[in-house]
């Protein structure tokens, strides 16, 4: 197996959070993986991003060639889009529909969503609602997550996994709030 | 195999604690800071007594370093490639003098500016100190390259330098641990002359890092960091600098088909780069930065080997390498991929709601506009966002320090009001010397140091000069009078006009200090 993966956002969004939970299951999984990250400037409030990449072989480039990305997971529409060369044309594109607007011309939602639509294969979920509802909006990474867990290659198991090695040294109150998460964004997934 | 999940950075930092590390030296610089932090928080390191404490800059750090392996321990000091230029004096003549115990000077180069001004290559910089490289292609490789280059330090009787770029150091693997080392006795070099560089010490010395450099070389030939891979298709060969080889491999899934010269070690070894250009009809160089062993195998005049890369256009001059223009050079069709949608736009990225450097240039913007003709010199940090829409609020950002020292010099040509904007890490790094530059000739400057008390774009390090700022300057010899405290807080626009004003009127040297801490250390905080 293989999967490519990039994860974009807005810097403070946490989406290395994500990918260090995947990173953990796969390598627990006894995968290979290669994580690329963005720090330092973008990270006020620019655009970041992450290629993550797993496999059952030794994995070569640290970065995704353009259109070999299985699968976008994306904490901001508009971000989501920012990555499209590099999806493969029946890749997934798994989305938070809450935008954030730090930017004096950000674009019409609707014209986000139309684009959006316009791909074959899409997840689209209010990563924010479903993170208040399951106990703080500080989770919407992880209830992201949980709706890609269909498409990572690894097992839902070996991810909730991840989250209680990653998470274990905030306590478990904090385990906790992220497998609730985990699990209600599975929710949103499409039964694959 | 018992692998742990590491950055570039840690893999680093990790393999220098287990080889018997002493002391980390440093001053924060996106892609390098990880290395520090994470000695840092290690509880081994605590254990072992590792000093890891960050240093006043980059100069500061390197010979820091060199006296600790002057006493036979192993030190490591890191630093981003611009950070280099800082440290470069002592970096240059370690290599004269030597070292005691093993001592690595990390250095992260950032080609395609992520973070940076520039993307100078250090390749260049140990060449011009002569002395020995390692650039790793993976994590593992950068783990080993630091456990086993301490030794080869100490036994080479040199610094080793070891290069890497932004994709090395903030890219995650596994990465497997070796045995713990103990750390070095307390040892002096046993001819402690080296290290007093007089004129006619330095010329020994110097003789004897010329004589030197064909054993770097061997020492190149017998590396297993340098690999040659052969292969039949000869009509083509390849060589390749640290994760470059990582991109050839991406575009070749079961093996290149052309014979691959996989470098991790300089100098570069002689035997299989002639062995290479006498099997093949030409020859591909792949390296991240400038094109140092393009140019070396091409010759200034370009008229013997026949050699592509970045200079003949097959790669561009500039930017980072990719899967995909590796793959352009390689001559592979380029696959038509879909375009960003039109309605995507540009986030660059901006200071934060609530911080302090906001409302120092809403204040200061109001009055640089009573003036016809102010300029405002800034300097490296999260306040060159200032440059930016919606503030625009200054005229340059050069290097670390020169804030200061070039309203000093626009105001000796006649600029008036002349005015600086500095942080507070970056004050204590470089500015406190053009300081003392203008208070000897009274220039009349202004100049603004936005005090965040940390050092905070690459993340809130530590910064050498919180609560100190007010005695360095009146150290210097600005009047107290001159030197003017204040809090950047929306209510207090009026009091800061009013205080920028008289500064600016006043004919002498003024500092200006607006102190209020980083709101991302305080939400930091909040969550401990």
Request: glycine share 10%; aromatic share 6%; net charge negative.
């Amino acid at each position: 197996m293989k999967t490519d993966i990039i994860l974009s956002g807005v810097g403070g969004q946490g989406i290395l959070s994500i990918a260090a939970v995947i990173g953990e299951a796969a390598l627990a999984n006894g995968l290979y993986m290669k994580q690329s990250e963005v720090h330092g400037m973008s990270q006020r409030g620019g655009d970041v991003q992450s290629n993550l990449r797993i496999s059952d072989a030794p994995v070569a480039s640290d970065l995704i060639p353009k259109g070999k990305a299985d699968l976008i997971i994306s904490l901001e529409p508009m971000e989501a889009l920012r990555y499209l060369p590099y999806l493969k044309k029946d890749g997934w594109l798994v989305t938070n529909s809450i935008p954030v607007e730090n930017i004096p011309d950000y674009p019409d939602l609707d014209e986000i969503m139309n684009e959006i639509n316009r791909l074959p294969h899409k997840i689209i979920v209010n990563a924010d609602k479903i993170a208040k509802e399951t106990g703080s909006a500080r989770v919407a990474n992880i209830v992201l997550l949980g709706a890609t867990t269909p498409f990572l290659g690894i097992s839902y198991d070996k991810i909730a996994g991840g989250i209680k090695r990653i998470f274990e040294r905030k306590g478990r109150e904090i385990v906790d709030l992220n497998l609730k998460a985990l699990e209600a964004g599975r929710r949103e997934a499409p039964s694959k | 195999m018992n692998k742990v999940l590491l950055l570039g950075d840690e893999a680093i930092a990790q393999a220098a604690i287990d080889a018997g590390l002493s002391g980390v030296y440093a001053y924060p610089g996106t892609p390098s800071t990880e290395i520090t932090e994470y000695i840092q928080a290690s509880g081994e390191a605590a254990e072992r007594n590792i000093h890891s404490k960050w240093s006043a800059n980059e100069k500061t750090a390197m010979e820091a370093a060199l006296g600790m392996s002057y006493v036979g321990k192993r030190a490591l000091v890191c630093m981003k490639h611009v950070g280099m230029n800082v440290a470069a004096d002592a970096f240059i003549n370690s290599a004269i003098t030597g070292v005691n115990g093993g001592l690595i000077v990390l250095v992260a180069d950032d080609p395609s500016m992520h973070s940076s001004q520039n993307e100078q290559d250090t390749r260049f910089y140990a060449q011009f100190a002569m002395i020995p490289v390692l650039e790793p292609s993976n994590q593992q490789e950068a783990y080993d390259m630091v456990y086993d280059g301490f030794e080869l330090s100490e036994t080479l009787g040199v610094p080793i330098v070891l290069r890497i770029t932004t994709r090395m150091a903030h890219s995650r693997s596994g990465v497997t641990r070796k045995p713990v080392k103990k750390q070095n006795e307390l040892s002096f070099p046993s001819d402690p002359q080296r290290f007093v560089l007089l004129p006619a010490i330095a010329r020994k010395q110097f003789k004897r890092l010329i004589e030197a450099q064909n054993t770097f070389i061997e020492k190149s030939e017998q590396s297993s960091y340098n690999q040659y891979i052969d292969a039949p298709n000869r009509s083509k060969g390849i060589i390749t600098c640290g994760i470059a080889y990582n991109y050839l491999m991406e575009n070749y899934p079961s093996g290149c088909e052309y014979p691959v010269l996989k470098i991790g070690q300089y100098p570069l070894p002689k035997k299989q780069l002639l062995h290479l250009v006498e099997s093949c009809d030409e020859i591909l160089v792949l390296e991240d930065g400038y094109p140092l062993v393009e140019e070396a195998l091409k010759g200034y005049l370009g008229i013997g080997i026949k050699v592509k890369g970045r200079l003949d256009g097959s790669l561009s001059r500039d930017g980072e390498l990719t899967p995909d223009n590796v793959a352009k050079a390689l001559g592979f069709p380029q696959e038509k991929t879909t375009e960003i949608p039109e309605v995507v736009k540009m986030r660059p990225p901006s200071l934060c709601q609530g911080c302090g450097h906001r409302d120092v240039y809403e204040a200061l913007n109001e009055v640089v506009k009573e003036y016809g003709q102010a300029k405002v010199f800034s300097d490296i940090g999260c306040y060159t966002l200032g440059a930016l829409p919606p503030f625009r609020a200054i005229d340059s950002c050069v290097d670390m320090g020169a804030s200061i020292t070039m309203a000093k010099g626009a105001a000796d040509g006649g600029l008036f009001p002349s005015i600086a904007v500095i942080g507070d890490s970056t004050f204590t790094h470089s500015g406190i010397t053009g300081l003392l530059d203008c208070v000897n000739e009274n220039t009349s400057v202004t100049i603004i140091i936005s005090d965040n008390e940390t050092t905070g774009m690459t993340g809130g390090q530590d910064s050498a000069g919180t609560g100190k700022l007010r005695a360095i300057c009146e150290g210097t010899g600005v009047l107290p009078e001159h030197v003017r405290e204040l809090i950047p807080l929306k209510k207090n626009y009026e009091e800061m006009k009013r205080v920028i004003r008289e500064e600016i009127e006043y004919q002498g040297v003024s500092v200006i200090i607006p102190c209020r801490e980083c709101i991302q250390i305080i939400g930091k905080k909040k969550k401990k």
